[in-house]
């Protein structure tokens, strides 16, 4: 059964850290991107590309630049909820100054994989883009939508889980940390398969729809014939405005897409950030059920394990835990033993 999640009140502490920073201007523009309309898509990718420069720029300039006219311009900031290019260069200018003091000693690394590149350069580039990924993933997380999304999960009666291609690796992951803390989990890649798990769902259940972009029509369905059989619905995407983004909690990640997708790879390391997240904060709150069942868990695979002759004397004589040790082998953290 599970334990009755804490509120917001409880949950919090004198060692409680504080949430992460907002999400900056870019990353909201990156994410709103595909939802703009094509001359908005022009100076918003200008915004991308240049930031700094977009500040320094008039609204003139910019909408020349961008071959479109003033009051495109406009528009494009409205759409991102700024009421005009003033607030806009403004948040720009702001944030362009707060990166060059966080990051004054490390080099910014284009993503693009160029046919010329080094296999040295090669690696540092897939490992900036991947670090990138996280950190502004965890930079836009909305803590309230995660928060509500945690709730769900931990009073719900079955949990499905739907993503196809990379997605379906995410998912899998996903169910298999629910799965070792005692939730009903199941992840599905198979479109027919989707639909038919989704239909027999009802208003106790939640559903997870993971899409990078928010387009997959396989995990867009499913998610949908799930709700509309009363089901919770959570979107994992990179794109909150599109065709996924009508679920009842999107929670967003920040990838970018690069020359031989290597943003494939950040996109998946930026879900994966998202899953732990979810894991953790289920698992805290339910922290007791999650113990016995990590616990429980672990103790069934260990004969699976090859131990030598030293390590296994060691486990034979070591204390047996207690709930205030660590000794089981099991993480409440990672919910991986391996």
């Known amino acids: 059964m599970a334990q009755t999640p804490k509120s917001s009140d409880e949950s919090s502490g004198p060692h409680e850290v504080s949430a992460p920073t907002a999400p900056t201007t870019v990353l909201r523009i990156r994410s709103l991107l595909p939802s703009l309309a094509p001359a908005e898509q022009r100076v918003a990718q200008r915004v991308i590309d240049d930031p700094e420069r977009a500040a320094a720029s008039s609204i003139t300039q910019l909408a020349k630049d961008c071959a479109t006219s003033e009051a495109t311009v406009i528009r494009f900031c409205r759409t991102i909820d700024f009421s005009g290019y003033r607030e806009l260069r403004l948040a720009l200018a702001t944030e362009a100054g707060q990166a060059r003091g966080a990051r004054t000693n490390i080099p910014e690394l284009a993503s693009d994989i160029n046919p010329d590149d080094t296999l040295v350069t090669v690696v540092q580039k897939i490992a900036y883009t991947d ?190 835990a207690t709930a205030e040790g660590d000794d089981s082998g099991t993480d409440i953290t990672t919910g991986n033993d391996d």
Request: with cysteine; charged share 25%; aromatic share 6%.
């Open 131 to 320: 670090a990138r990924a996280v950190e502004e993933t965890g930079a836009a997380m909305d803590v309230e939508v995660l928060r509500a999304v945690i709730d769900a999960l931990a009073n719900a009666r079955r949990i499905d889980i739907y993503g196809v291609g990379a997605s379906a690796f995410v998912g899998a992951d996903l169910q298999q940390k629910l799965h070792r803390i005692g939730l009903t989990s199941f992840a599905w890649s198979d479109a027919h398969v989707m639909l038919t798990s989704a239909a027999i769902l009802e208003d106790s259940d939640v559903a997870i729809g993971i899409s990078h972009s928010g387009t997959t029509i396989d995990t867009v369905q499913a998610l949908s014939e799930a709700g509309r059989h009363g089901a919770r619905t959570v979107a994992i995407t990179n794109f909150p405005r599109s065709p996924i983004g009508f679920a009842d909690h999107v929670l967003t990640t920040a990838a970018r897409e690069t020359t031989f997708r290597s943003g494939a790879t950040a996109s998946r390391l930026a879900q994966l950030t998202v899953v732990d997240c979810l894991f953790v904060g289920l698992a805290q709150i339910r922290y007791t059920d999650s113990r016995t069942a990590l616990e429980t868990t672990y103790e069934a695979v260990r004969g699976l394990r090859l131990h030598d002759d030293r390590r296994r004397r060691r486990a034979e004589n070591a204390p047996k």
